[in-house]
């Protein structure tokens, strides 16, 4: 299993509201149609956490976006898929900045 794993945060002028609201409604139905997906989550961002023995960071994230597929072939596939360029069409209409990571899980509880 390979995971796509997107910080995002929004465009100047838009609310965390407004993000959210048309990543979750409009953004996330996009996505149904990928071939190849196997799962998609979002995480919306409600609070921050802080530790006092390990410095924090300035990066601004409305969201985080998951993607999984069954491996590195059938992801490359799905993101030169029409409907995936339907998705990031419409990402780039609200997403003001994006990091994206490919990443291995490596599960250490699963409970």
């Known amino acids: 299993m390979i995971k ?4 995002l945060t929004r465009k100047d002028g838009t609310t ?5 609201r048309h990543w979750f409604e409009i953004h996330g ?3 149904r149609g990928i071939p190849g997906l196997r799962r998609y989550v979002q ?3 409600v609070g921050e956490a ?6 924090g960071s300035d990066i601004a994230i409305d969201g985080i976006a998951e993607l999984w ?3 590195e072939e059938t992801m ?3 993101i030169q898929s ?16 994006i990091k994206t990571f490919v990443v291995e899980e490596k599960i250490i509880i699963d409970d």
Do not use: C, M, T, W
């Not at 796509?4 to 910080?7: A, E, L, T, Y």
């Not at 965390?16 to 959210?20: C, S, W």
């Not at 029409?82 to 900045?97: N, P, T, V």
């Open 29 to 31: 139905p996009l996505a």
């Open 82 to 97: 029409d409907q995936a360029k339907r998705l990031f069409a419409d990402g780039a209409e609200f997403i003001g900045a």
């Open 4 to 7: 796509r794993i997107s910080f």
């Open 50 to 55: 802080s530790r006092a023995d390990i410095a």
């Open 69 to 71: 597929y069954d491996n």
């Open 76 to 78: 490359e596939k799905a």
């Open 43 to 45: 995480s919306h961002i």
């Open 16 to 20: 965390h509201e407004e993000f959210v």
